[in-house]
């Protein structure tokens, strides 16, 4: 399952959101730095259209969608990587996770307490990247220590600790580690570190009712951020999303339409993040269940075999596959076989988003 963690500095609207997104969650939303002790965790459902529609042609008795954890960790505020706050427990808490969203402050409301004292967004995000390259540098530097103090030196530890020094630089420059350029090799010798700023990030916008359609000069800092960075940043209104909570679907879709959206923030959210990880839908329907999985994109029909059970991979023999949109035009699977559209794939198909595949193999 995808986990997001969802950070920034305090009273930014990351508890408004996180409430919002998981509707059920339980954390609270008040207006006082720290508000947030434990991380709170929500799973919410990825919405996808196409898992109903071809639920219904397969008469299916259940629909089980793809899921994604979020995990709401309390604001960050300068001098965290060395404790300051609630630092240290929280910057763990970040390790855990896939990809970060880093929700900013893009409104004006002086009800709400900025604990800067000014409405800035980049230097608000601007503090967020630093601790989390400070954190890295003192993981990095505390790893290099332990490789000096090794009785005996490797080629391996030696290849490492060249690597770990390439990173420091980088980090010292103020540069994440996203803006390296590694390979796979070198991504799996530092994977132990669980280094922070090497993760994927998304930029979260908060903006007000007003301006979630267009943005505002505020947000159209974080924009120019994140194509410097080569990251995801998505227009998001908490307030909005909490004011969803108690509409039904039809009511939702009219009151975005009439703030000029054509979408919730949760969908632009999880797009975002599928789209920045490199993420893919495939479905399996009958009559027991219809439901979505999640691959990485160029994940073979083997490989997203495996996703469901190791030894569906292992035993592989082929797949019969069909566009979703295919499945849906010819409006069953006897009708698609009797126009000839089931393909029969084997193991070096690269799979592609939206099939919908049933997996031959060997026990």
């Known amino acids: 399952m995808l986990k997001a963690g969802i950070v920034g500095l305090p009273n930014v609207g990351k508890s408004t959101l996180f409430n919002a997104l998981v509707a059920n969650a339980q954390a609270q939303a008040a207006n006082f730095p720290f508000c947030t002790i434990e991380p709170n965790i929500g799973i919410v459902s990825v919405p996808d259209v196409r898992l109903e529609k071809l639920g219904k042609i397969s008469l299916s008795k259940e629909l089980i969608p793809t899921r994604v954890e979020f995990v709401d960790i309390a604001g960050l505020v300068k001098g965290a990587s060395k404790g300051e706050g609630l ?13 970060i969203v880093h929700v900013v402050r893009c409104f004006k409301d002086d009800d709400v307490i900025h604990v800067s004292g000014s409405i800035s967004p980049k230097r608000d995000a601007e503090i967020i990247n630093l601790e989390l390259c400070l954190a890295d540098l003192t993981q990095i530097q505390k790893r290099r220590d332990r490789i000096k103090k090794q009785a005996r030196s490797n080629d391996q530890t030696l290849i490492e600790d060249k690597l770990l020094e390439r990173l420091e630089s980088s980090l010292e420059a103020g540069n994440s580690i996203r803006q390296v350029n590694l390979s796979k090799e070198e991504i799996d010798i530092i994977k132990p570190l669980g280094l922070l700023t090497i993760k994927p990030i998304i930029y979260a916008q908060n903006l007000g009712e007003e301006d979630l359609a267009k943005g505002n000069s505020f947000s159209e800092e974080i924009s120019k951020l994140a194509v410097e960075e080569g990251a995801q940043s998505v227009h998001i209104s908490a307030q909005v999303e909490a004011e969803l909570i108690d509409l039904r679907e039809e009511e939702q879709i ?26 893919r839908t495939y479905f399996t329907s009958g009559e027991k269940e219809t439901r979505a999985w999640t691959i990485k994109e160029g994940m073979t029909a083997p490989q997203a075999a495996g996703v469901i059970h190791s030894d569906f991979e292992k035993g592989f023999i082929r797949a019969q596959t069909i566009q979703c949109e295919k499945l849906l035009e010819a409006g069953s699977i006897a009708e698609a076989r009797s126009k000839g559209w089931l393909r029969s794939e084997g193991k070096e198909y690269i799979v592609n988003e939206g099939d919908v595949m049933e997996f031959l193999f060997n026990v």
Not at 87 to 99: C, H, M, P, T, W
């Open 87 to 99: 630092g240290n427990k929280f910057l763990a808490n970040i390790r855990e996770v896939d990809a």
């Open 254 to 279: 009219d009151y975005l339409k009439g703030l000029g959206v054509k979408e919730g923030g949760m969908k632009s959210l999880i797009k975002a993040t599928y789209k920045l990880l490199g993420l």
